[in-house]
């Protein structure tokens, strides 16, 4: 599915700008963006083209100011969340500045360099823009993804993996997703196929109690067609996140979405007749 679907993104996205610049207002239930004021507002609405709105170098600043607040929010949260180190700044609008008016853009760094930018609002700023970004991918995403109707499972452990393993896959986790994934069917394979813990549980002949749950469910008929080896597909894409990084960034890390679909399939199967009977 082609991307755009979400409106909201792109609509949120215009605002954001203003935003990151100060250039709104507030008044009771009103948010008006493009003004920092009444009087701004009222001068846009007797001109409508006004002089700043038309000036391409105001709105080449406006614009750089933004990107500078995301960018240092994009620092401050690379300090406390992230052992890379601080990003670069992007910006067009620079460029673009140092083109057309380089003292003028020397300035506004210098400014900016002595500005005290409420940490607060720069890790506000960065991680909007960030959510704003993926929005559309997660919509896509959560779109292509069949209703499920296992809401009445009694394993809440498998629940909240479940939950979490999809919201992983939306976000674009791949590695936090593919091991619940895997802690998905485990769960899932135990309470339907060993609820006693009465199974081998690994280590004698080599196979591990995963393997041996699948080997259980097939043997039992819950599992058919080709729902052992999608089982079997995440155990292996689990275990390469947490023990094999370069292999499953290689073989694995682009096909989450066919992990977690293979694992919704295990539950169907192993959960569906037995909730609707």
């Known amino acids: 599915m082609s991307g755009g679907v ?27 963006f493009g003004a920092s004021s009444f009087d701004d507002l009222f001068e846009s609405l007797t001109h409508p083209s006004n002089e ?23 620092i401050e949260v690379t300090e ?11 910006s067009d609008a620079r460029g673009e500045l140092s083109q057309v008016n380089p003292p003028l853009l020397d300035a506004i760094e210098g400014a900016l360099s002595e500005a005290k930018i409420p940490s607060e609002d ?19 995403r959560a779109i292509l993804l069949s209703k499920m109707s296992l809401d009445r499972v009694p394993n809440k452990v498998l629940k909240r993996y479940f939950y979490e393993a999809h919201r992983c896959y939306l976000y674009g986790f791949s590695v936090a997703g593919a091991v619940l994934c895997r802690a998905i069917l485990e769960s899932a394979l135990k309470a339907i196929c060993d609820p006693k813990g009465n199974l081998d549980r690994g280590g004698r002949d080599g196979k591990s109690y995963f393997k041996t749950l699948v080997a259980e469910a097939t043997r039992l008929s819950f599992l058919s067609d080709d729902r052992p080896q999608c089982a079997l597909d995440a155990k292996t894409a689990g275990d390469k996140a947490i023990h094999d990084f370069p292999c499953f960034e290689r073989q694995w890390e682009s096909k989450l979405g066919e992990i977690l679909d293979n694992t919704r399939k295990v539950l169907i199967d192993l959960y569906g007749e037995r909730i609707n009977c």
Do not use: Q, W
Not at 58 to 72: C, P, R, S
Not at 80 to 90: E, Q, T, V, Y
């Open 122 to 140: 720069s890790i506000d700023s960065a991680f909007t823009e960030e959510l704003l970004g993926k929005l559309p991918r997660i919509v896509n």
């Open 6 to 32: 979400s409106k909201r993104a792109e609509i949120l996205k215009k605002l954001l700008p203003y935003i990151n610049d100060g250039n709104y207002f507030e008044h009771e239930e009103l948010v008006v």
């Open 80 to 90: 406390r969340l992230s052992l890379d180190r601080n990003p670069s700044l992007k």
């Open 52 to 74: 700043r709105e038309d000036n391409p170098l105001y709105n080449v600043v406006t614009e750089f100011l933004g990107d500078y607040k995301a960018h240092h929010g994009r």
